[in-house]
């Protein structure tokens, strides 16, 4: 099947933006450096953007000519518009805003929701042209599956398993040590020792203005760690930090998961379509025949 220059570069953008997706997952999931994460995160917003741009294009362009419903329906718009202005309203653009406001973190749930959401970015797959063409139905029907999977798997997952085995287990474990250090403090020389040993999650204690102890550098929580990298909890007079990195770790292979799932998916369909497209197979030959 030939494909134009103009197609080519599409599905070249797409699978652009489907890897920034893999790589922001990747990047939460191998703890790389938050200046790292950053450039991935502007680049999500980017993409988002540009379909965003994509979208409002397309439909100027149909209401010119009258053909807004086909365009939105028939013609797959309705895919342009959820891989575009869901993902820059609800979490590219908040995530930018809050970056450029000093990386304040969105609720818990909230951010699990939108995060999700960056899959709808597969439907833009089935617009590049890049797909056999087979027919409206077919395209739209397959378009509409990953759609109802993402969905799905963006809202129904975090409400299920919230809070998680591990997500529970290491809140109590916070909770609880934050407890007992503030209660009964230890002292003498091998004071640091002891609070390092606490809990392995344990990053900072602060008293007031003092720093009881710190398990890295200033430099490193600099590096590594933004706002919602970490749980703050006070306790009596003290103030205990604990690092999240386990339980983003844990969320991003389930994305990264989720992923390749929708990856596989979307290869099917293309190689289904692939064949059914040749002259004589599927659809084809059924729609020759009733001519």
């Known amino acids: 099947m030939k494909r134009n220059a103009r197609q080519i570069c599409a599905t070249a953008v797409v699978v652009l933006a489907l890897a920034e997706i893999f790589c922001g997952d990747f990047a939460d999931f191998s703890g790389l450096p938050l200046g790292i994460r950053r450039v991935i995160l502007c680049a999500g917003f980017g993409f988002d953007l540009l379909f965003t741009v994509w979208f409002l294009v397309g439909l100027y362009t149909a209401s010119l000519n009258r053909k807004t419903r086909r365009f939105l329906g028939a013609e797959g718009g309705w895919m342009d518009f959820l891989g575009s202005v869901p ?12 970056l450029a406001a000093g990386s304040v973190p969105l609720l818990p749930l909230l951010a699990r929701i939108t995060r999700n959401l960056r899959f709808l970015r597969f439907l833009k797959i089935f617009r590049t042209g890049f797909f056999p063409v087979t027919g409206r139905a077919g395209k739209n029907g397959a378009a509409f599956f990953v759609c109802v999977l993402v969905l799905a798997w963006a809202f129904l997952v975090p409400l299920i398993s919230r809070p998680g085995v591990l997500e529970k287990r290491i809140l109590e474990d916070y909770f609880s040590t934050a407890l007992r250090l503030s209660r009964e403090p230890p002292g003498g020389e091998n004071m640091a020792a002891e609070y390092g040993s606490a809990d392995a999650g344990l990053l900072v204690i602060r008293q007031e203005a ?80 009733q001519r």
């Open 87 to 98: 993902l820059l309203v609800f979490f590219s653009g908040p995530a930018m805003f809050s």
């Open 210 to 289: 003092a720093v009881l102890y710190s398990r890295y550098d200033p430099s490193y929580y600099k590096r590594y760690y933004s706002p919602s990298d970490y749980l703050w909890i006070e306790s009596r007079n003290m103030d205990f930090y604990f690092s999240l990195k386990p339980l983003l770790a844990e969320e991003a292979g389930l994305r990264m998961s989720c992923f390749c799932v929708l990856a596989a998916l979307c290869v099917a369909f293309f190689f289904y379509y692939e064949y059914h497209a040749r002259p004589g197979k599927g659809i084809i030959e059924s729609e020759s025949r």
